[in-house]
Protein backbone atom coordinates (compact mmCIF):
# COMPACT_ATOMS: atom_id res chain seq x y z
CA UNK A 1 0.00 0.00 0.00
CA UNK A 2 1.63 3.33 -1.17
CA UNK A 3 1.72 6.46 0.87
CA UNK A 4 -1.24 8.89 0.36
CA UNK A 5 0.76 11.86 -0.93
CA UNK A 6 -2.51 14.06 -0.91
CA UNK A 7 -3.45 13.53 2.74
CA UNK A 8 0.16 14.17 3.72
CA UNK A 9 0.46 17.19 2.32
CA UNK A 10 -2.75 18.33 3.69
CA UNK A 11 -1.71 17.42 7.05
CA UNK A 12 1.75 19.76 6.42
CA UNK A 13 -0.46 22.65 5.26
CA UNK A 14 -2.65 22.13 8.12
CA UNK A 15 0.09 22.11 10.71
CA UNK A 16 1.77 24.59 8.87
CA UNK A 17 -1.36 26.88 9.16
CA UNK A 18 -1.47 26.03 12.87
CA UNK A 19 1.61 26.81 13.93
CA UNK A 20 1.22 30.21 12.30
CA UNK A 21 -2.16 30.82 14.28
CA UNK A 22 0.06 29.70 17.37
CA UNK A 23 3.31 31.47 16.90
CA UNK A 24 1.95 34.86 15.13
CA UNK A 25 -1.65 35.20 17.03
CA UNK A 26 0.09 36.46 20.09
CA UNK A 27 2.23 38.46 18.60
CA UNK A 28 -0.80 40.05 16.98
CA UNK A 29 -2.73 39.91 20.22
CA UNK A 30 0.03 42.24 21.44
CA UNK A 31 -0.98 45.21 19.06
CA UNK A 32 -4.92 44.18 19.51
CA UNK A 33 -4.12 44.99 22.98
CA UNK A 34 -2.48 48.03 23.10
CA UNK A 35 -5.24 50.33 23.59
CA UNK A 36 -6.17 49.15 26.35
CA UNK A 37 -2.78 49.96 28.26
CA UNK A 38 -1.82 53.90 28.08
CA UNK A 39 1.72 53.55 29.96
CA UNK A 40 4.71 53.74 27.72
CA UNK A 41 6.88 52.07 29.76
CA UNK A 42 4.33 49.18 29.74
CA UNK A 43 3.49 49.32 26.03
CA UNK A 44 7.93 48.78 25.24
CA UNK A 45 7.64 46.10 27.52
CA UNK A 46 4.61 44.52 25.51
CA UNK A 47 6.76 44.75 22.78
CA UNK A 48 10.00 43.34 23.88
CA UNK A 49 8.52 40.64 24.71
CA UNK A 50 8.10 39.23 21.13
CA UNK A 51 10.67 41.71 19.65
CA UNK A 52 13.27 38.94 19.68
CA UNK A 53 10.86 36.04 17.57
CA UNK A 54 7.68 38.06 16.15
CA UNK A 55 9.94 38.62 12.80
CA UNK A 56 10.11 34.82 12.10
CA UNK A 57 6.30 33.70 12.99
CA UNK A 58 5.03 34.57 8.82
CA UNK A 59 7.37 31.56 7.98
CA UNK A 60 4.56 29.16 8.76
CA UNK A 61 2.36 31.12 6.57
CA UNK A 62 4.37 30.92 3.64
CA UNK A 63 5.27 27.22 4.33
CA UNK A 64 1.35 26.87 4.16
CA UNK A 65 0.76 29.16 1.38
CA UNK A 66 4.00 27.47 -0.70
CA UNK A 67 2.54 23.97 0.15
CA UNK A 68 -0.79 24.78 -0.93
CA UNK A 69 0.45 26.01 -4.39
CA UNK A 70 2.63 23.08 -4.80
CA UNK A 71 0.32 20.42 -4.13
CA UNK A 72 -3.05 21.62 -4.44
CA UNK A 73 -3.01 23.93 -7.67
CA UNK A 74 -6.14 23.74 -8.11
CA UNK A 75 -7.20 25.04 -4.27
CA UNK A 76 -4.59 27.56 -4.58
CA UNK A 77 -6.02 29.42 -7.99
CA UNK A 78 -9.53 28.87 -6.42
CA UNK A 79 -9.04 30.57 -2.79
CA UNK A 80 -6.64 33.61 -3.87
CA UNK A 81 -9.25 34.24 -6.78
CA UNK A 82 -12.45 34.33 -4.25
CA UNK A 83 -10.44 35.38 -1.38
CA UNK A 84 -7.96 38.31 -3.41
CA UNK A 85 -8.87 41.32 -1.22
CA UNK A 86 -8.89 40.22 2.24
CA UNK A 87 -5.49 38.56 1.97
CA UNK A 88 -4.32 41.82 0.05
CA UNK A 89 -5.75 43.46 3.28
CA UNK A 90 -3.91 41.15 5.73
CA UNK A 91 -0.78 41.37 4.01
CA UNK A 92 -1.12 45.11 4.14
CA UNK A 93 -2.07 45.21 7.84
CA UNK A 94 0.84 42.83 8.27
CA UNK A 95 3.57 45.25 6.55
CA UNK A 96 2.33 48.35 8.10
CA UNK A 97 2.12 46.67 11.86
CA UNK A 98 5.78 45.65 10.81
CA UNK A 99 7.40 48.92 9.90
CA UNK A 100 5.73 50.31 13.09
CA UNK A 101 7.14 47.57 15.33
CA UNK A 102 10.46 48.99 13.90
CA UNK A 103 9.51 52.60 13.56
CA UNK A 104 8.05 53.04 16.98
CA UNK A 105 11.48 52.18 18.91
CA UNK A 106 13.08 55.05 16.83
CA UNK A 107 10.91 57.82 16.95
CA UNK A 108 11.03 60.24 19.23
CA UNK A 109 8.28 61.65 22.06
CA UNK A 110 6.38 63.60 19.61
CA UNK A 111 6.14 60.73 16.58
CA UNK A 112 5.81 57.62 19.18
CA UNK A 113 1.92 57.95 19.71
CA UNK A 114 1.54 58.18 15.55
CA UNK A 115 3.58 54.38 15.32
CA UNK A 116 1.94 53.19 18.38
CA UNK A 117 -1.81 53.71 16.90
CA UNK A 118 0.12 52.20 13.40
CA UNK A 119 1.09 49.06 15.36
CA UNK A 120 -2.10 48.46 17.22
CA UNK A 121 -3.93 49.14 13.59
CA UNK A 122 -2.03 47.08 11.68
CA UNK A 123 -2.86 43.97 14.15
CA UNK A 124 -6.40 44.82 13.90
CA UNK A 125 -6.47 45.00 10.25
CA UNK A 126 -4.72 41.98 9.74
CA UNK A 127 -6.01 39.94 11.86
CA UNK A 128 -9.67 41.09 11.42
CA UNK A 129 -9.06 39.87 7.46
CA UNK A 130 -7.93 36.96 8.62
CA UNK A 131 -11.14 35.94 10.05
CA UNK A 132 -12.82 37.19 7.38
CA UNK A 133 -10.35 34.67 5.35
CA UNK A 134 -11.52 32.09 7.41
CA UNK A 135 -15.40 32.96 7.73
CA UNK A 136 -15.35 32.70 3.89
CA UNK A 137 -13.68 29.27 3.78
CA UNK A 138 -16.12 28.22 5.69
CA UNK A 139 -18.75 28.96 3.95
CA UNK A 140 -17.45 27.85 0.40
CA UNK A 141 -16.92 28.83 -2.74
CA UNK A 142 -18.91 28.87 -6.06
CA UNK A 143 -17.25 26.69 -8.82
CA UNK A 144 -18.00 26.30 -12.41
CA UNK A 145 -15.99 23.58 -15.09
CA UNK A 146 -13.17 23.39 -11.66
CA UNK A 147 -12.46 27.31 -12.01
CA UNK A 148 -13.97 30.06 -9.35
CA UNK A 149 -16.90 31.38 -10.80
CA UNK A 150 -18.66 34.04 -7.67
CA UNK A 151 -17.87 37.35 -7.62
CA UNK A 152 -14.70 39.51 -5.82
CA UNK A 153 -16.69 40.31 -2.98
CA UNK A 154 -18.78 37.29 -2.56
CA UNK A 155 -16.52 36.92 0.56
CA UNK A 156 -18.53 39.16 2.27
CA UNK A 157 -21.03 37.89 4.69
CA UNK A 158 -22.44 38.55 7.93
CA UNK A 159 -20.76 35.07 9.21
CA UNK A 160 -17.38 35.96 7.58
CA UNK A 161 -17.55 39.67 9.05
CA UNK A 162 -18.62 37.61 12.87
CA UNK A 163 -15.78 35.07 12.12
CA UNK A 164 -13.28 38.21 11.23
CA UNK A 165 -14.40 39.58 15.09
CA UNK A 166 -14.10 36.64 16.74
CA UNK A 167 -10.53 36.00 15.50
CA UNK A 168 -10.03 39.14 17.09
CA UNK A 169 -11.23 38.14 20.46
CA UNK A 170 -8.91 34.90 20.08
CA UNK A 171 -5.85 36.36 19.01
CA UNK A 172 -6.54 38.97 22.36
CA UNK A 173 -6.86 36.04 24.80
CA UNK A 174 -3.25 34.62 23.42
CA UNK A 175 -1.57 38.30 24.00
CA UNK A 176 -3.01 38.59 27.37
CA UNK A 177 -2.32 34.82 28.44
CA UNK A 178 1.56 35.46 27.06
CA UNK A 179 1.91 39.11 28.57
CA UNK A 180 0.86 36.79 31.83
CA UNK A 181 3.42 34.13 31.36
CA UNK A 182 6.12 37.24 30.43
CA UNK A 183 5.99 39.92 32.50
CA UNK A 184 5.11 40.63 36.33
CA UNK A 185 3.58 43.61 38.30
CA UNK A 186 1.37 45.98 37.70
CA UNK A 187 1.35 44.95 33.57
CA UNK A 188 0.89 41.34 34.55
CA UNK A 189 -2.38 41.83 36.93
CA UNK A 190 -3.72 43.95 34.62
CA UNK A 191 -3.18 41.06 32.02
CA UNK A 192 -5.53 38.85 34.25
CA UNK A 193 -8.11 41.14 34.36
CA UNK A 194 -8.67 41.26 30.87
CA UNK A 195 -7.86 37.57 30.58
CA UNK A 196 -11.29 36.54 32.06
CA UNK A 197 -13.98 38.92 29.74
CA UNK A 198 -12.14 37.75 27.21
CA UNK A 199 -12.44 34.37 27.42
CA UNK A 200 -15.83 34.62 28.32
CA UNK A 201 -16.51 36.46 24.94
CA UNK A 202 -14.03 33.67 22.92
CA UNK A 203 -16.40 31.48 24.30
CA UNK A 204 -19.14 33.30 23.08
CA UNK A 205 -17.89 33.51 20.09
CA UNK A 206 -16.80 29.56 19.74
CA UNK A 207 -20.53 28.66 20.84
CA UNK A 208 -22.30 31.28 17.80
CA UNK A 209 -19.93 29.87 15.56
CA UNK A 210 -20.62 26.07 16.37
CA UNK A 211 -24.52 27.01 16.12
CA UNK A 212 -24.30 28.89 13.00
CA UNK A 213 -21.78 26.51 10.93
CA UNK A 214 -24.51 23.38 10.64
CA UNK A 215 -27.42 25.62 10.57
CA UNK A 216 -26.29 27.32 7.60
CA UNK A 217 -24.65 24.03 6.17
CA UNK A 218 -26.58 20.64 6.15
CA UNK A 219 -23.63 18.71 5.41
CA UNK A 220 -21.94 20.20 7.90
CA UNK A 221 -25.08 19.13 10.60
CA UNK A 222 -25.44 15.94 9.10
CA UNK A 223 -21.59 14.96 10.64
CA UNK A 224 -22.02 16.64 14.05
CA UNK A 225 -25.33 15.55 14.76
CA UNK A 226 -25.90 11.97 13.56
CA UNK A 227 -24.79 8.84 15.33
CA UNK A 228 -22.04 7.42 15.72
CA UNK A 229 -20.48 10.89 14.66
CA UNK A 230 -21.85 12.58 17.58
CA UNK A 231 -20.57 10.07 20.12
CA UNK A 232 -16.90 10.67 18.24
CA UNK A 233 -16.48 14.36 18.40
CA UNK A 234 -18.70 14.97 21.65
CA UNK A 235 -15.23 15.19 23.61
CA UNK A 236 -14.26 18.47 20.85
CA UNK A 237 -17.03 20.60 22.97
CA UNK A 238 -16.62 19.19 26.08
CA UNK A 239 -12.62 19.79 26.46
CA UNK A 240 -13.57 23.25 24.94
CA UNK A 241 -15.95 23.95 28.46
CA UNK A 242 -13.11 22.19 30.21
CA UNK A 243 -10.31 24.46 28.98
CA UNK A 244 -12.12 27.36 29.24
CA UNK A 245 -12.87 26.48 33.18
CA UNK A 246 -9.41 25.74 33.48
CA UNK A 247 -8.62 29.17 31.82
CA UNK A 248 -10.64 31.08 34.33
CA UNK A 249 -9.01 29.53 37.25
CA UNK A 250 -5.59 29.91 36.35
CA UNK A 251 -6.33 33.66 35.57
CA UNK A 252 -7.71 34.04 39.08
CA UNK A 253 -4.84 32.71 40.02
CA UNK A 254 -0.97 32.94 40.24
CA UNK A 255 0.07 30.63 37.52
CA UNK A 256 2.65 32.54 34.66
CA UNK A 257 2.71 29.71 32.18
CA UNK A 258 -0.50 27.78 32.69
CA UNK A 259 -2.77 30.20 31.31
CA UNK A 260 -1.51 30.58 27.67
CA UNK A 261 -1.15 27.14 27.52
CA UNK A 262 -4.40 26.59 28.11
CA UNK A 263 -5.20 29.39 25.65
CA UNK A 264 -3.31 27.01 22.73
CA UNK A 265 -4.93 24.37 23.74
CA UNK A 266 -8.27 26.24 23.31
CA UNK A 267 -7.55 27.46 19.80
CA UNK A 268 -6.25 24.01 18.88
CA UNK A 269 -9.35 22.15 20.00
CA UNK A 270 -11.38 24.71 18.01
CA UNK A 271 -9.11 24.29 15.02
CA UNK A 272 -9.85 20.71 15.19
CA UNK A 273 -13.35 21.05 15.13
CA UNK A 274 -13.04 23.15 12.06
CA UNK A 275 -11.22 20.43 10.09
CA UNK A 276 -13.97 18.09 11.25
CA UNK A 277 -16.32 20.40 9.76
CA UNK A 278 -14.71 20.59 6.63
CA UNK A 279 -12.89 17.05 6.27
CA UNK A 280 -11.96 16.25 3.75
CA UNK A 281 -13.12 19.41 1.54
CA UNK A 282 -9.90 21.59 0.27
CA UNK A 283 -12.14 23.80 -1.67
CA UNK A 284 -15.86 23.45 0.11
CA UNK A 285 -18.94 22.49 -0.14
CA UNK A 286 -17.46 19.56 -2.43
CA UNK A 287 -13.86 19.25 -3.64
CA UNK A 288 -12.17 17.20 -1.83
CA UNK A 289 -8.02 17.21 -1.16
CA UNK A 290 -7.76 14.04 -3.51
CA UNK A 291 -9.53 15.80 -6.12
CA UNK A 292 -7.43 18.94 -5.80
CA UNK A 293 -4.27 17.21 -6.00
CA UNK A 294 -1.11 17.94 -8.05
CA UNK A 295 0.23 15.00 -10.38
CA UNK A 296 1.84 12.36 -7.92
CA UNK A 297 5.11 12.94 -9.14
CA UNK A 298 5.33 16.60 -7.99
CA UNK A 299 3.78 15.58 -4.30
CA UNK A 300 6.57 13.63 -4.27
CA UNK A 301 9.14 15.83 -5.50
CA UNK A 302 8.11 18.75 -3.04
CA UNK A 303 7.62 16.23 -0.49
CA UNK A 304 11.39 16.14 -0.19
CA UNK A 305 11.89 19.55 0.55
CA UNK A 306 8.65 19.91 2.43
CA UNK A 307 10.37 17.00 4.83
CA UNK A 308 13.82 18.61 4.74
CA UNK A 309 13.23 22.32 5.69
CA UNK A 310 10.55 21.62 8.38
CA UNK A 311 13.08 20.01 10.91
CA UNK A 312 15.12 23.04 10.41
CA UNK A 313 12.47 25.65 11.01
CA UNK A 314 11.20 23.81 14.22
CA UNK A 315 14.84 23.78 15.39
CA UNK A 316 15.58 27.42 15.09
CA UNK A 317 11.97 28.64 16.18
CA UNK A 318 12.56 26.20 19.51
CA UNK A 319 15.98 27.74 19.84
CA UNK A 320 15.28 31.46 19.78
CA UNK A 321 12.28 30.79 22.32
CA UNK A 322 14.57 28.66 24.41
CA UNK A 323 17.27 31.79 24.43
CA UNK A 324 14.64 34.61 25.50
CA UNK A 325 12.89 32.83 27.69
CA UNK A 326 11.88 33.98 31.23
CA UNK A 327 10.45 37.97 32.35
CA UNK A 328 10.69 40.51 30.21
CA UNK A 329 11.51 43.97 32.43
CA UNK A 330 11.03 47.64 31.94
CA UNK A 331 14.43 48.73 30.88
CA UNK A 332 16.24 46.08 31.08
CA UNK A 333 15.06 43.24 28.74
CA UNK A 334 14.62 39.71 29.55
CA UNK A 335 15.94 37.89 32.45
Known sequence: MGIDLPLLWAIIIGFGLMMYVIMDGFDLGIGILFPFVKGKEDRDVMVNSVAPVWDGNETWLVLGGAGLLAAFPLAYATILSALYFPLILMLAGLIWRGVAFEFRFKADEAHRPFWDKAFAWGSYIATFFQGVAIGAFINGFA?????????????????????????????????????????????????????RPITLALLGAIALVSLWTPLAHPDVAERWFTLPDLIFFLPVPLLVLLAVFLLLKTLAGKSHAAPFILSLFLLFVGYSGLAISLWPNIIPPGVSIWQAAAPPESLGFALVGALFIIPFILAYTAWSYYVFRGKVRAGEGYH
Open 143 to 195: MENGVYAGGALAFLTPFSLFTGAALLVAYALLGTTWLVMKTEGALQDRMRQLG
